[in-house]
């Protein structure tokens, strides 16, 4: 198959959009947002194969690698195949996918399969959470939440709200983005090299407006000025809000919280599941995360192929190895 490979524009968003929800899946990659987000860092080719199925290329730090195809269950076999000799006949090189989601990882049996290496990517596992509980922080393990949610309701009551934004909040969107770059905390400086292509991947989503209707966003105002804001998407196969982006101005304690009921109340609010993404393995990220008592995990994997001259030059996780690195 002959790959008509592109880059994908914000334009794109809507076109591919319904791939990512044909089968099961859980990861926070499951939706468009994470694809754009990660557009550069990641140098993101796409391709629409048959109409049926979304096929990855990626490359970064010198290396090739993919992501398991966006199509239908019953095709993937076809499509990782489809990907797999890509891998070897043009690029010379054994098929390599990083955050392969483990329903795939399941539904093709690659565990069980000796041609192909399985690696779990431990520290990059999403974290799952249940929609309800998020939504009213009710019971004694969401004291401490519901609690900061409260005392900043009192202290900011008559001078704060929430507002879903819309394409003519853009410039205000991006300005606190901005600021808040520059005010980012000393955890968050940590990953400095991914931060800048983040910040990045928001300015091209909001460009062209992103075609509203494959994102949900929101902010908290105090006192008519914007000082938080969340980016999420739908998967609607799983049930599942997968929240890409939240930042806040941390001079208001409380506000992240608020900011994270608030979101969920107005624009997902019959949402099963929640994914917040992975922890980046900071500890700071993963303890905030635990905090909210998640019901379970997506957990990711690295599949390599040993059935090809050179695998073993492949064996290494980068990402997981950097991580680890750090912590």
């Known amino acids: 198959m002959n790959l008509k490979l592109f880059m994908p ?36 080719k796409l391709c629409i194969a048959d109409d049926k199925a979304l096929l990855f290329l990626m490359q970064n730090k010198g290396e090739y690698f ?15 195949e489809v990907m797999e000799k890509y891998f070897n006949d043009v690029l010379k090189k054994p098929f390599k996918i990083y955050l392969a989601d483990e329903e795939a990882v399941e539904a093709l049996a690659l565990k069980e399969n000796p041609r192909y290496l399985v690696k779990e990517e431990f520290d990059l596992k999403d974290y799952l959470y249940d929609g309800d509980e998020l939504r009213t922080l009710s019971g004694k393990k969401f004291h401490k939440k519901k609690n900061l949610v409260n ?34 905390s000393d ?3 940590e990953a400095e090299d991914t931060l800048e292509y983040e910040v990045m991947g928001i300015h091209e989503m909001l460009k ?78 993963r303890k905030a995360k635990e905090s909210y008592n998640p019901i379970g995990y997506e957990r990711k994997y690295m599949v390599l192929q040993k059935a090809f001259e050179g695998w073993k030059d492949e064996i290494t996780d980068i990402y997981e190895t950097e991580i680890q690195q750090k912590s």
């Open 187 to 189: 955890e968050e400086k």
């Open 151 to 184: 005392k900043f309701m009192r202290e900011f009551e008559g001078r704060w709200e929430y507002r879903s934004l819309c394409c003519g909040d853009r410039e205000e969107v991006l300005g606190f983005l901005d600021a808040w770059y520059e005010k980012r």
């Open 9 to 44: 524009k914000s334009t794109d968003a809507e076109k591919i959009a319904p791939f990512y929800s044909m089968r099961p899946n859980k990861a926070c990659d499951s939706g468009v947002l994470d694809t754009f987000l990660w557009r550069d860092y990641y140098d993101i």
């Open 66 to 80: 993919s992501a398991m195809p966006f199509c239908k269950e019953e095709d993937l076999p076809h499509y990782f």
């Open 208 to 285: 062209d407006c992103f075609h509203l209707d494959t994102f949900k966003s929101g902010g908290i105002y105090i006192d008519g000025k914007l000082e938080a804001f969340t980016i999420g998407a739908l998967n609607p196969l799983e049930d599942m809000a997968c929240i890409a982006i939240e930042k806040g101005n941390s001079e208001f304690p409380g506000i992240y919280q608020v900011i994270n009921q608030q979101f969920l109340i107005h624009e997902f609010p019959d949402a099963k599941i929640i994914n917040r993404e992975d922890d980046c393995g900071l500890p700071g990220l």
